[in-house]
C-alpha cells in the first residue's frame, strides 16, 4: 500500500484531505507542524510528502531543507499544497527540491493527478 504523510496546520484540511486520499486506497498519516513531520517522515518513509507552506514554527520551506538534508529520507517526493500562487514561491520551492507546487484551491481530481504522477 502506498505510503502518503500530509504536512498542514490547519487541522480541516489536514482531514479532509486524510479521508479523501484514504478513500482512494492510500495509507496516510498527517502531522500537524513540520517538526512533527519530519520526525513522521523519518519514523514511517512515505513514498510520498505533501506539505503546506505557511505554518508557524516551521515554513514547508524549511521542513523541505531539512528533509534534503537527511540521506535516508532525501529522496522521497515532496509536493506543496499551498495558497501561494505567486511564481516566487513557485519558484524557490522548486529550487529547493520540490516535486511539484499545487496551489489552493485544488480539485480532489487535481490532487489526485498530482499524487499519482509522483508515485509511479
Known amino acids: 500500500m502506498t505510503k502518503l504523510l500530509i504536512i498542514e496546520d490547519e487541522a480541516g484540511i489536514r482531514m479532509t484531505l486524510s479521508l479523501m486520499l484514504k478513500a482512494e486506497g492510500f495509507e496516510v ?11 513522521a517522515a523519518r519514523a514511517k518513509n512515505p513514498d510520498l510528502i505533501l506539505c503546506d507552506l505557511s505554518m508557524p514554527e516551521m515554513s514547508g520551506f ?4 531539512e528533509l534534503r538534508r537527511d540521506p535516508a529520507i532525501a529522496a522521497i517526493p515532496f509536493v506543496f499544497l499551498t495558497a501561494h500562487a ?3 514561491n513557485r519558484r524557490r520551492g522548486m529550487d529547493l527540491g520540490a516535486d511539484d507546487y499545487l496551489t489552493k484551491p485544488f480539485t480532489r481530481d487535481e490532487l489526485l493527478k498530482v499524487v499519482k504522477a509522483r508515485i509511479t
Open 29 to 39: 498519516t498527517a502531522a500537524e507542524n513540520g517538526r512533527v513531520g519530519i520526525e
Open 62 to 65: 524549511e521542513v523541505l531543507e
Open 86 to 88: 505567486d511564481s516566487g
